[in-house]
């Protein structure tokens, strides 16, 4: 199908003609392999067109560290390059469910040059409109539900060449501490980060906060502000305006807000980022730089966010000064999860002295971290376990799945669940976290043998039998994560 630069109101689909005829005319990532069945010739051009996307950002991202007041005038091009566009398609995920406009990833590619050369000149000449955003939700590990956004297909593509064109200037600005949903950057370096802390640095007391629907609260006043202080270019501003005006798709009902960003875009983890940059991340390194005698140390992962302190007194005036701060922006701690508890080397013996029991322990990122003591040397330690609420909303997860495939073959079954652990191993295998592991594994075989005995009426499957099943199909606990005081070190 030819398909020119004529103006086009979406996609070509198979079987969904476009509503208008179109007319005839004239830190590192790694990179996506092609895929399977695609011919040489798209593979060689995917590749040049990269390589130049990759020199042009670059130079980008030079200007933003030789000048860390430039405002950039000039960088919608990069957005609407084909071959930005192109890369940012070949990176969504290919099974992701289909937006308001129902095109999947498979339809598009379909006629993927035409489509994203249409694309390419809806964004070149303002002709592109952001769709609404169809609601969903998913379970949380406290039994509440957490609302997500499903894109259209198109939006997802300039949102994510968007923010690899906005990534090489912010990654310059955003501070050491900022781990949430950056190149290079992971939730076990946070870990680590606060691991390490404990163990090397003069750490007493430990703020854990928690800030009171982060993305919904998110005023846009000030993050369009923000983000003028390095975007000049107005085009970019106001493709980002269009995303947060575009609304959410509930029930039938278009939904329109004047507050917060709609989660589950490329573009809201950067913009939460840019945010709590300017909030909390440059205010919390000049207050610890400034006002504090001891030493503070902070790591934050999105709106998650961990402040270790040497003294009591200047924590508490901290979380005072933190409450002020965010009033500013429109933004609350949670009275009920954010808590300032005693934690380090000294907070057992000072506890025990005072007759209050063992120390507090604190969540983050999945982990229950727990003041403990070396079995070789007696010394102090972090234990870092797997949150119980989250394992039993996994099992739970788990459960409910193996009823609906009571019916599927063993083998089938069996493979499914060695994935199911394979990939929970992979985040919480941790040292000192083997025990939670073997617990949840024991966990799922009982659950899978309950499965297996409502199969049939003669009775219940012995443990002989499903022992030989499990010692086949589920793999036995691993760690895969080196200490951290080892691998931060390295890094850092």
């Not at 009902?253 to 917060?260: A, F, L, P, V």
């Amino acid at each position: 199908m030819m398909h020119g630069q004529g103006k086009s109101d979406g996609p070509i689909v198979p079987g969904k003609p476009p509503n208008k005829p179109a007319c005839t005319g004239a830190e590192g990532v790694e990179g996506r392999g092609p895929a399977k069945g695609n011919p040489r010739e798209r593979t060689m051009l995917r590749t040049q067109g990269r390589s130049r996307m990759q020199q042009a950002l670059k130079r980008v991202r030079q200007a933003a560290e030789q000048d860390r007041k430039m405002r950039f005038t000039a960088l919608l091009h990069h957005v609407y390059n084909p071959d930005t566009l192109r890369e940012a398609y070949h990176g969504l995920k290919r099974q992701a469910a289909a937006g308001v406009d129902g095109v999947t990833w498979q339809d598009y590619g379909e006629h993927l040059e035409a489509n994203l050369q249409d694309l390419a000149g809806r964004l070149k000449r303002g002709g592109y409109r952001a769709k609404p955003t169809r609601r969903a939700y998913i379970d949380k590990a406290d039994g509440r539900k957490r609302p997500l956004g499903v894109m259209a297909l198109e939006d997802k593509i300039v949102q994510r060449a968007t923010v690899e064109v906005l990534n090489a200037i912010y990654e310059v600005d955003f501070l050491g501490f900022s781990y949430g949903f950056r190149p290079g950057r992971s939730p076990h370096k946070a870990l680590d980060a606060v691991y390490v802390a404990q163990l090397t640095r003069k750490v007493n007391w430990v703020l854990d906060a928690d800030i009171c629907g982060f993305f919904d609260a998110i005023d846009r006043n000030w993050l369009v502000k923000f983000i003028e202080h390095r975007i000049g270019d107005r085009r970019v501003v106001r493709l980002i305006q269009k995303w947060l005006n575009a609304g959410v798709l509930e029930e039938g009902k278009r939904i329109q807000s004047e507050t917060g960003t709609v989660q589950g875009g490329s573009i809201s983890p950067l913009l939460a980022n840019v945010y709590l940059h300017y909030v909390f991340d440059l205010w919390v390194q000049q207050w610890r730089t400034l006002q504090a005698r001891g030493e503070v140390v902070v790591v934050r992962y999105a709106d998650d966010f961990i402040v270790g302190f040497q003294y009591k007194e200047e924590a508490e005036r901290f979380v005072e000064e933190l409450r002020q701060r965010f009033a500013k922006f429109g933004l609350e701690l949670h009275s009920q999860k954010t808590r300032l508890i005693e934690f380090g080397p000294w907070a057992a013996k000072n506890r025990r002295r005072r007759g209050q029991g063992k120390p507090e322990t604190f969540d983050f990122l999945g982990f229950t971290h727990i003041c403990g003591k070396k079995h070789s040397n007696g010394y102090f330690t972090v234990y870092r376990q797997s949150m119980r609420k989250r394992v039993q909303a996994k099992v739970a997860e788990v459960k409910a799945e193996l009823r609906r495939r009571i019916c599927r073959p063993v083998p089938e079954v069996g493979n499914w669940l060695a994935a199911v652990l394979t990939g929970h191993y992979r985040y919480y295998g941790v040292p000192m976290n083997t025990r939670a592991l073997a617990l949840f594994r024991y966990q799922v075989g009982r659950l899978w043998r309950r499965t297996l005995s409502r199969r049939s009426q003669r009775g219940r499957i012995s443990w002989e039998r499903m022992a030989r099943l499990i010692d086949r199909y589920l793999p036995k606990p691993r760690v895969y994560h080196d200490y951290p005081l080892r691998r931060f070190g390295a890094i850092t």
